[in-house]
């Protein structure tokens, strides 16, 4: 079984910044790709970015792109969400999932719904 855990969440004002990490134990030589989604309430979980297991491939929604930036510590199984310039409509519960598939496919699409391990997610909060 692969396990996620995603820390760093918090309270931050308009224009700050946050860094989430995001943890996996188990067996993580099964996944193929690893990223951040968000959900704000009352909307669909969406994607924001997905990094492939080599670090080779990295994709971004259009809203975080320029503003967060993903990266990974293949050593200790960790990936991070550095997001800078943060805006109200940043505000979500972020999740960190993995594919087990093809991960140019994964990282491409960045659909929720391939996506097949979840953590509990972290919560960001943009309010001055």
């Known amino acids: 079984q692969l396990q996620l855990a995603e820390s760093g969440g918090g309270l931050v004002q308009p224009g700050g910044s946050l860094r989430l990490s995001c943890a996996a134990s188990?067996?993580?030589?099964?996944?193929?790709?690893i990223g951040w989604f968000r959900q704000a309430p009352g909307k669909e979980r969406e994607a924001v970015s997905c990094?492939?297991?080599?670090?080779?491939?990295?994709n971004y929604s259009d809203s975080v792109k320029g503003r967060f930036t993903i990266s990974r510590d293949s050593a200790k199984n960790v990936i991070f969400l550095q997001m800078d310039n943060l805006k109200h409509e940043d505000t979500a519960v972020y999740y960190c999932?993995?594919?087990?598939?093809?991960?140019?496919?994964?990282?491409?699409?960045?659909?929720?719904?391939?996506?097949?391990?979840w953590g509990q997610g972290t919560q960001v909060t943009v309010s001055s």
């Open positions: 999932a993995v594919s087990l598939r093809d991960p140019m496919m994964s990282i491409r699409t960045m659909k929720p719904e391939i996506y097949d391990y």
């Open positions: 188990g067996f993580t030589f099964d996944y193929r790709a």
């Open positions: 990094i492939s297991k080599s670090g080779r491939t990295i």
